[in-house]
């Protein structure tokens, strides 16, 4: 499965929207998504410490990509309980979609911007302004992966109206578990 063609195709009521309507198999898509938020998060980190120095970005290529590893081990489970809970019964494959897709999405549009960030480490070096940048970047791919899952669920599942609170619930708690994680990993990797 194409993970480019099911993201995109979200919005023209495509491609995962399609897959999830007809029941068909998400392991391809699960894969993909899982390898995609782990590379494109790698290759920002790698960016993003590049200015400093060389360990700096491997380290920090390491960080992230532990960071979102155990974020997304988490958040699968967290947003199958919080459909549970309140009572839906959607397969598991179905709601793993949501949080992949999120993922996804962000790994995607970070994987882009990381030669934009490189090319400011190198120039810039070290800068405590360019934290602010860093943060605006990937608020903005955190934005628009919120947007591409909701539309998502929105589209594909038959009963979208009751899925506001579970997926509030889960995409809070991934908030949560990626900032503890960052804490928790940062004096491994300093």
């Not at 290529?61 to 309140?86: D, E, N, Q």
């Amino acid at each position: 499965m194409n993970i480019l063609s099911s993201l995109f195709g979200i919005f023209r009521q495509r491609g995962l929207v399609n897959t999830i309507k007809n029941d068909r198999s998400l392991a391809g898509f699960a894969l993909s998504g899982i390898m995609l938020s782990i590379i494109g998060g790698m290759l920002y980190g790698f960016a993003m410490g590049i200015g400093l120095s060389y360990d700096t970005a491997i380290k920090d290529a390491v960080k992230i990509g532990l960071v979102i590893t155990p974020g997304l081990l988490f958040s699968i489970p967290i947003f199958w309980v919080a459909y549970r809970l309140l009572g839906r019964e959607e397969r598991l494959a179905q709601i793993a979609a949501v949080p992949l897709t999120l993922m996804a999405t962000t790994a995607i549009i970070l994987a882009i911007m990381a030669p934009i960030v490189f090319m400011l480490s190198v120039l810039a070096g070290f800068s405590p302004d360019a934290v602010y940048i860093h943060i605006t970047i990937i608020d903005l791919a955190l934005l628009v992966g919120l947007y591409l899952a909701g539309t998502l669920v929105y589209h594909s599942f038959s009963d979208h109206k009751g899925l506001i609170i579970p997926n509030t619930v889960g995409f809070l708690m991934i908030a949560v578990i990626l900032v503890v994680l960052i804490n928790f990993l940062n004096p491994f990797l300093t």
